[in-house]
C-alpha cells in the first residue's frame, strides 16, 4: 500500500518545538518557523539560501522565487508568517499564511476550503436530520403513513392520568335509588342471612302467600253463575210452510 504523503494536506496538523516556546520573540520567529522538523517550511525557498549564506533579510527584495516574511506580531502569543511568491521588487503573490499561537504552528485554511467545510458540515447535518426522520416514518396498507416517536410513548407513561371529580347526588337521586332498592328487595327477598360479618349464612324461610285469582279465573267464575240464576228462554219450532191455493 503506498503511503499517503502529509504535505498533501497540512491543514489538519501542527508543529510545535517547546525549547523554543519560551524565547519566542519578533526578531527569532522566522528562524524558529525554518526548524527542519517543521512541515510547513519548504527548504528550496530563498529564506534558506540567506541563511546559507549568512545574509540579511533584506536580500529577499533582490530574488525571486519562494520566501517567508513576518506579516503580523502580537506578542507573546500570537505570530502570522506568509509564504509568498516574489516575481519583483515591487510585486508577491501571497500562497499560504500561517499563525503561531503559543509557539503552535497551524496553516491557515483559504477560503475554498472554508466554504467547502461548511457545506459539507451543513449537508451533513441535514442528511442526518432526514435520516432520524425517517426512522419515526410508519406506513400500512390500511392506515397509509403516521410518525411513531418513542419519546412521546415514555410521556404518555410518565404522564399522570387525571383523576375525573366525582359530584355529589341530589337528593331526589338518593330518594330514587332508596325506593328502587325496596323494590327489589319485596320483589326478590333474600334467601340467606347472616347475623354478623365472619359468621356462616342462615338460610331465610319464605313464606309462600296465595296467589290472588287472576281475571281470567274470575271471570270463569262469573260465567256459570250468571247461566245458573237465569233460566233459558224456550226454543220455539221453526214456522210451518203451507201450500200455495192456485
Known amino acids: 500500500m503506498a503511503s499517503v504523503d502529509f504535505r498533501d494536506n497540512l491543514l489538519g496538523i501542527s508543529w510545535v518545538d517547546s525549547g523554543w516556546v519560551p524565547i519566542l520573540n519578533p526578531g527569532n520567529v522566522l528562524d524558529y518557523f525554518s526548524e527542519r522538523s517543521n512541515p510547513f517550511y519548504d527548504r528550496t525557498c ?9 545574509l540579511t533579510l533584506e536580500h529577499l527584495n533582490q530574488m525571486v522565487g519562494v520566501e517567508y516574511i513576518l506579516l503580523h ?10 509564504k509568498q511568491q516574489r516575481q519583483s521588487p515591487t510585486q508577491v503573490i501571497p500562497l499560504a499564511d500561517y499563525y503561531i499561537i503559543a509557539g503552535v504552528v497551524y496553516q491557515a485554511p483559504d477560503l475554498g476550503t472554508v466554504i467547502s467545510s461548511r457545506v459539507l458540515s ?4 441535514i442528511q442526518s436530520a432526514f435520516d432520524e426522520a425517517m426512522s419515526y416514518c410508519r406506513y400500512h396498507p390500511s392506515k397509509g403513513y403516521w410518525w411513531h416517536f418513542k419519546d ?6 410518565t404522564k399522570p392520568k387525571s383523576k375525573k371529580k366525582e359530584e355529589p347526588s341530589s337528593l331526589f337521586q338518593r330518594h330514587r335509588v332508596d325506593t328502587l332498592l325496596l323494590d327489589l328487595r319485596s320483589k326478590f327477598p ?6 354478623k360479618p365472619g359468621d356462616k349464612p342462615i338460610p331465610v324461610e319464605v313464606k309462600k302467600e296465595p296467589e290472588p285469582p287472576t281475571e281470567a279465573a274470575k271471570q270463569e267464575e262469573r260465567e256459570p253463575a250468571t247461566k245458573s240464576s237465569a233460566p233459558a228462554p224456550p226454543s220455539k219450532p221453526p214456522p210451518e210452510k203451507r201450500a200455495r191455493l192456485q
Request: proline residues 9%.
Open 46 to 54: 530563498n529564506n534558506e539560501i540567506v541563511k546559507m549564506q549568512r
Open 73 to 82: 506580531a502580537q506578542e507573546p502569543i500570537l505570530y502570522i508568517i506568509r
Open 122 to 125: 451543513a449537508v451533513h447535518g
Open 152 to 157: 412521546q410513548e415514555e410521556r404518555e407513561k
Open 190 to 195: 333474600p334467601t340467606f342471612y347472616q347475623p
